[in-house]
């Protein structure tokens, strides 16, 4: 059974700083999808990681696969307020059909 | 435009009572999914469907229905065996033409017990 495990949970975070959210999954996979959640709304994909040494940025945000570490970053430069929002990974995995198996989020609090 | 739509947004469940919740996409999406969120966690897959007529259990479908006559519609039922039915329920659907997995979420629909 694959597991997906994010850490840290939460994060609060001042304007301007950088930092890095982790997700570890414990079965082989290659594929890896991270999204965004805002407070009471629905989730929104913001990259698709499709291979090992995979990275994907937009904007402030940048994201990279280890498939060999199955580790995920998603690493957060100079966050602004706007990115303050619940994040979450999410890993496909195959049992007779594919499935995306979710982290349990990292809510993110970025203060002026 | 494109997209999922989720009925109603805010819906109440009484005692002993069965509610279906709505889900319709004009994506044209294969496969469509119902989560349930409660608060401060992941998603747990409820039920999902890859063909019309035809879908799977989740992690939690306990308590739980759905059909999946058309293509465009995969409406959740929640039954009264359901005994902790309060959450945040998200349907999604993907297609797996360019074989990548990216689901797409509707607004959700919020469920409490009266």
């Known amino acids: 059974e694959l597991k997906v495990e994010q850490n840290p949970l939460f994060l609060s975070m001042q304007e301007g700083k950088n930092y890095t959210i982790y997700c570890n999954y414990s079965?082989?996979?290659?594929?890896l999808y991270w999204y965004r959640q805002d407070p009471g709304k629905s989730l929104e994909s913001l990259f698709v990681?499709?291979?090992n040494g995979a990275v994907k940025q937009e904007g402030r945000l940048m994201a990279s696969l280890d498939t060999k570490a199955r580790l995920s970053t998603l690493h957060i430069t100079a966050a602004v307020h706007d990115l303050s929002a619940t994040y979450f990974c999410?890993?496909?995995?195959?049992?007779?059909?594919?499935?995306?198996?979710w982290g349990a989020g990292t809510k993110l609090i970025i203060k002026p | 435009d494109g997209g999922i739509t989720q009925s109603p947004k805010y819906l109440f469940r009484k005692e002993g009572q069965n509610v279906t919740l709505s889900c319709e996409q004009n994506?044209?999406?294969?496969?469509m999914y119902w989560y349930r969120q409660d608060p401060g966690q992941g998603l747990r897959l409820i039920y999902y469907?890859?063909?019309?007529?035809?879908?799977q259990k989740g992690d939690i479908a306990e308590g739980y229905s759905v059909s999946r006559e058309k293509k465009e519609s995969f409406p959740l039922t929640v039954t009264s065996a359901q005994k902790n039915p309060t959450a945040f329920y998200l349907c999604?659907?993907?297609?797996?033409?360019?074989?990548?997995?990216?689901?797409?979420f509707g607004a959700g629909t919020r469920l409490s017990v009266l």
């Open positions: 994506l044209n999406h294969d496969a």
């Open positions: 469907s890859q063909i019309v007529n035809d879908f």
């Open positions: 999604a659907s993907s297609s797996r033409v360019s074989s990548l997995n990216i689901q797409y």
């Open positions: 990681l499709l291979s």
């Open positions: 999410a890993v496909e995995w195959w049992d007779s059909n594919y499935q995306l198996i």
């Open positions: 079965t082989t996979s290659d594929r």
